[in-house]
């Protein structure tokens, strides 16, 4: 399966700043999807990337508060804009490797004071 | 109704004992079946992956899917220390995963 490198695996930020969390994959992957995990709920898609497109962003999120960039087949970012303290959770890259072969990084943990 | 419904827990259970966990489901349509455990601090790693209803199983642990009842569990034989973690249960009819909350599971020695 696919390796992932996810960073920075934790932050504390102050509201209204932004931050941007990089996804490394060791293989080139068709899409790219990113996950928002809050305590006690379940992994939420926040939107899926693929490579030279706009990304897809599913219902209640959207490019101005999480914009995604895609430049090759092997990295991606998230931005979580104007933070507020709502923001704090584990934001999660993930790729389909393989017939429904999901494979995720280890998670950005992120505080919003 | 959530489109997932899996029990939280925590659930506690001594070594050696079987685990069971579950999860209901609405959509008829999902056809694609996972369970993923997480361990504290790292991201879900895909434990068993089922196709429509059946069985699998894999060295301890052994996925049901029961379509007709729209439910999925999860059982562990001889659970180990080790098996401690959060067991998610996930779903999908085309290529979007709908993930249960979880349930955490601590097995004490």
């Known amino acids: 399966s696919a390796v992932i490198s996810q960073k920075p695996s934790r932050d504390i930020c102050q509201r209204g700043t932004s931050l941007t969390i990089q996804c490394q994959v060791d293989?080139?992957?068709?899409?790219m999807f990113w996950y928002r995990q809050q305590p006690g709920q379940s992994l939420t898609l926040i939107a899926t990337?693929?490579?030279?497109?706009?990304?897809?962003?599913e219902s209640g999120f959207v490019i101005d508060k999480f914009p995604i960039s895609r430049p090759n087949l092997t990295f991606s970012t998230l931005t979580v804009s104007n933070m507020s303290p709502e923001d704090s959770s584990i934001y999660l890259c993930?790729?389909?490797?393989?017939?429904?072969?999901?494979?995720f990084g280890s998670g950005t943990r992120l505080t919003v004071v | 109704q959530k489109e997932v419904e899996q029990d939280p827990g925590p659930l506690s259970v001594p070594e050696g004992a079987i685990v069971s966990l579950n999860c209901t489901y609405s959509n008829s349509a999902f056809q694609y079946f996972m369970w993923y455990r997480q361990y504290s601090r790292k991201g879900p790693e895909l434990l068993m992956y089922?196709?429509?209803?059946g069985n699998k199983e894999d060295g301890r642990f052994t996925a049901q899917v029961d379509k007709s009842s729209k439910y999925i569990s999860l059982f562990i034989r001889d659970s180990q220390p080790s098996d401690s973690a959060t067991y998610l249960c996930a779903m999908s009819d085309t290529d979007k995963l709908i993930f249960g909350t979880g349930t955490r599971l601590q097995v004490f020695p």
């Open positions: 293989s080139q992957v068709t899409m």
């Open positions: 993930s790729v389909e490797f393989g017939f429904y072969g999901y494979t």
């Open positions: 990337a693929n490579q030279g497109s706009e990304a897809t962003y």
């Open positions: 089922t196709y429509s209803s």
